[in-house]
């Protein structure tokens, strides 16, 4: 009876991993298709100064708009174009049109210190022979000052490789883009050598942001990777703000940025254009201080 229940439990083992094999294939030739048919867009959400309560910038961030109007996030396909290749073009992709839309606000909407643009970098985009030349293409292209774009890596990213990811870091840096490390705190904290990492902003992990709430372990975290980045001599962005409790113990920790639902959620273009011309007429239609610096 054992052997018959044993068997019966390989098949339906079998079973299940043949239905995920097909829809992995399904999803990846529809991936395939997307990229030709240009069925990606991206969608920007804001980067708050904590000091000043202004926008600073945006993170792009992709999404997949089928022809029937879904839309797909990130976590639904990411990993599997990471896994097939994929993912390098959808990623140039991502760089050159956010670039290309940067230009484009930086223009429109001119400041002192112009609106920057973040764009997340997967490890198999990042490791590609022609990567440091593909964004120094984009850039140029564009016309943005190279200071104004920051590349979004995880700390896996630089962990696989060490040696190779600093002389790329080195590269960009050289060029004048900016790099900044995301979802700090996930992944093995490379501690031992961050130092030796030329990254320019650290992001802390929305999980750290969230556990704020009101115990007070939450905060030691999130004070102890604010000390770290101080020594480092890093910018701090808080990802996942959801609330003004957040932000005051974010900007009394000595936080100097954030980025959440409580100022604002991704946005499309012509969101983004909306609250960019408001300046400070409509801004009572945004959060408190969510301000157009
Ligand atoms: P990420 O880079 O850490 O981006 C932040 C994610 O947190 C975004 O999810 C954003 O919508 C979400 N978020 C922002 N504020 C809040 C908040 O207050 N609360 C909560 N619960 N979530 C918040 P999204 O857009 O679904 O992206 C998920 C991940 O997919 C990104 O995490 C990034 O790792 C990846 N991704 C997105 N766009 C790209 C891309 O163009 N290329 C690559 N390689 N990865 C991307
Ligand atoms: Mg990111
Ligand atoms: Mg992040
Ligand atoms: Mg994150």
Known sequence: RAKAEGRARV??????????????????????????????????????SLGSRAM????????????????????????????????VFIGSWVLEQSLKTLARWQQEFPRAEPLSMSVNVSPRQFHQTEFVEQVINAVTASGVPPQTLRLEITESVTIQNAQHAVGILQRLREFGVRVSIDDFGTGYSSLSYLHQLPFDTLKIDRSFVSALQSRSDGGQIVQTILDLAKNLNLDVVAEGTE????????????????????????????AVVEMLSAKDTAVEALPPLLANG
Not at 21 to 42: G, P, W
């Open 56 to 87: 600073t910038g945006f993170e792009a961030l992709v999404r997949w708009q089928k022809s029937d109007g879904q839309i797909i996030p990130p976590s639904d396909f990411i990993p599997l174009a990471e896994e097939t290749g994929l993912i």
């Open 243 to 270: 609330s003004e409790d957040h932000v005051k113990i974010l900007h009394q920790m000595g936080c100097g940025y954030a980025q959440g639902y409580f100022f604002s959620r991704p946005l499309n273009e012509t």
């Open 11 to 48: 098949e339906i083992f079998d079973q299940s991993l043949h239905v995920d094999a097909r829809r992995r294939l399904t999803l990846e030739s529809e991936l395939r298709n997307a990229l030709k048919k240009k069925e990606f867009v991206l969608h920007y959400q804001p980067i708050i």
